[in-house]
């Protein structure tokens, strides 16, 4: 397609134009609203119990959730792209769901399944096991709203690089499982990274789901972005600010590393 | 040695493989021969495992393989596009099958490097795939194959994805590999010329069936049917015979067995001249002759001569009146 020099010059500020203002000017804008006030500020913002506890938790969220979506990633996108299976149509349907139900929605079907009163909820506290307004259920919650990055990075890879190597390893020799950890691991790693960066920047920062099912215990039940909220209704904007710029220098941080890992052929 | 027998396949509506039967001796070169779609890619992954058959067995040295996993055939196989390992060195690549074997590693790397000797790829070991060449990546590919010593080794369309000249080394390359290795091979190809020149025996497979099976003389001499007859070399249509255009003379004289024709085109490729003619019906055929023949008619367009047939060889071939499809 041939553009004229104004077009092209016209086009281009515009995708600029929208990116600066949708994407870095807001963020851009926390961190610089965050050092306003000096180092010393953010430092003390940070290092309450309160923010400390968020961070951890914040942490032990990603730690659990991205795990788990990952080994349940790649093992789903291989039924779906290379199983025989009937169903295959229906799962591939169902893990978008998270994608297309609210996170508020989400929490309370949680709270509903797990609370109190809940199905499964009654059972578990009979037998000790708090999980509503409790770890275990902003894990579940988290882990439901970051399910399909890895499934949905995977896919189209393993479509593109298709069966020949597997056949050939197959040929060779090799038993499924070396095939997997030789052949088709290594094939699709790219695509099963940045599901995990996709899947890591999902758990930082869920909101919705997390806070349905955390009941906000202040110290107790708070990650960052639940904290972030509550520093901004106390109208402690420093705090708030701090925990943001927090927040996002891990994102960007988890981003960096990845386009570090990346081998130059494939940062194209 | 492999014997398929009776093998069916299956996928949906569409019949792959009907009944097909063939015996590949021990250390022959056989050519699975056939158009695209004609079967001939599914009975190799057959063959190989890759494929399971709906119906008939496969025997591999004798021993019935049909149930076998893929890994457990002792089969070498060759993809059209290379499959090579792209994450992995080429040494890596040939290596492949000896380490899931968990071979010593000091004779994995005797082994690899006799390898890469034979397939004249020394040094390139330290390469990655995607700094080779097409016929360099097949070459590694063979010799991956070949580092399993394989039973029987079966390539499906092995110089497929290759330009010309390359596809014409390879060729000679491969009939030499196959002259000190003598490992059973098959291969897949679409291309008669690279089947009757490679093969010591070829298939023609065609519409999930085996149309016939012989050495390469045999099919053009004596081709089984029609199909046979026009997938094997050029065919034209002379009255109700379907003839090759080198068995057509032309006179310049009316004479016994004559028809009349009016010269419409005369192209002087390589050694041979082709003539393209329109019979005294309205029917277009087309003769190859030799530069000499041709010189010596003195053709030029607008001229008017005489065919006949001319058998050289036996095997003009009588078509049961229906049109030939040629699909060369």
């Known amino acids: ?268 | 040695m492999i014997d398929v027998r009776e093998v069916t396949k299956r996928y949906e509506e569409f019949e792959a493989l009907q009944d097909v039967s063939l015996h590949v001796p021990a250390g022959s070169l056989t050519a699975l021969l056939g158009p695209s779609g004609s079967g001939k890619s599914t009975l190799l992954r057959v063959i190989a495992g890759l494929e399971e058959p709906d119906g008939g067995e496969v025997l591999i040295e004798g021993e019935d393989a049909t149930r076998l996993p893929a890994r457990r055939r002792g089969v070498g196989f060759v993809f059209q596009h290379y499959a090579a390992f792209k994450h992995m060195t080429v040494r890596a690549n040939v290596a492949f099958g000896l380490k899931v074997r968990r071979r010593p590693k000091a004779e994995i790397r005797q082994r690899v490097d006799e390898l890469l000797a034979l397939v004249h790829l020394e040094g390139w070991a330290d390469r990655y795939p995607s700094q080779l060449s097409g016929g360099q990546r097949q070459r590694m590919a063979l010799a991956r194959a070949l580092a399993v010593e394989p039973r029987v080794l079966l390539l499906d369309e092995p110089f497929g994805a290759l330009d010309a000249q390359v596809r014409q080394e390879l060729r000679v390359w491969l009939r030499r590999l196959h002259d000190d290795v003598h490992v059973t091979t098959v291969f897949v190809t679409h291309d008669q010329e690279e089947a009757m020149d490679v093969a010591e025996q070829v298939a023609v497979i065609h519409d999930g069936r085996i149309q016939q099976v012989g050495s390469p003389r045999e099919l053009y001499e004596h081709p089984a049917n029609d199909f046979v007859m026009s997938f094997i070399g050029p065919v034209t249509r002379l009255g109700d015979s379907v003839v090759r255009p080198h068995d057509v003379s032309i006179v310049s004289e009316p004479g016994e067995d004559t028809r009349e024709a009016l010269v419409e085109r005369v192209a002087h490729l390589s050694f041979e001249v082709r003539v393209e003619l329109a019979l005294d019906d309205g029917r277009d055929i087309w003769v190859q002759l030799t530069r000499a023949q041709a010189a010596e008619l003195e053709l030029e367009p607008g001229q008017i001569v005489w065919v006949r047939p001319a058998y050289s060889t036996p095997g003009g071939f009588q078509a049961a009146g229906s049109a030939l499809s040629v699909e060369t």
């Not at chain 1, 851009?28 to 306003?36: A, E, I, L, N, R």
């Not at chain 1, 509503?132 to 479509?159: C, H, Y």
């Not at chain 1, 499924?176 to 995990?196: D, S």
């Not at chain 1, 972005?225 to 904007?237: G, T």
Request: charged share 15%; hydrophobic share 55%.
């Open chain 1, 1 to 268: 397609m041939r553009v004229s020099r104004g077009a092209r010059i016209g086009l281009r500020t515009v995708a600029l134009g929208y990116l600066t203002l949708l994407l870095a000017l807001p963020v851009g804008f926390v961190f610089y609203k965050t050092f306003d006030k000096g180092l010393g500020a953010v430092w003390d913002a940070l290092t309450t119990p309160n923010a400390i506890q968020a961070l951890e938790l914040t942490l032990l969220m990603v730690a659990v959730a991205v795990p788990l979506n990952t080994a349940f990633g790649v093992l789903a996108a291989l039924v779906i792209v290379r199983g025989r299976m009937r169903g295959r149509a229906l799962l591939n349907a169902l893990i978008d769901l998270p994608f297309a139900i609210s996170p508020v929605v989400v929490g309370l079907a949680l709270y509903l399944l797990y609370g109190r009163q809940g199905w499964f909820g009654s059972w578990f506290l009979d037998h000790g096991i708090q999980i509503i307004f409790s770890t275990p259920g902003m894990i579940l919650a988290t882990v439901f709203v970051s399910l399909p990055f890895v499934v949905r990075e995977v896919i189209p890879v393993l479509r593109e690089i298709g069966t020949s190597q597997e056949e050939a390893a197959t040929t060779l020799g090799a038993s499924p499982w070396q095939t997997f950890w030789r052949i088709t691991l290594p094939a699709i790693r790219w695509g099963v990274l940045y599901g995990v960066v996709l899947t890591t920047a999902r758990a930082l920062g869920e909101f919705g789901a997390v806070s349905v099912v955390s009941g906000k215990i202040l110290g107790e039940t708070d990650t960052l972005p639940l904290y972030v909220e509550q520093r901004f209704q106390a109208f402690d904007l420093t705090g708030a600010y701090a925990a943001s710029a927090l927040l996002a220098a891990i994102a960007l941080a988890t981003l960096l590393l990845m386009t570090k890992l990346q081998p130059k052929e494939a940062r194209t």
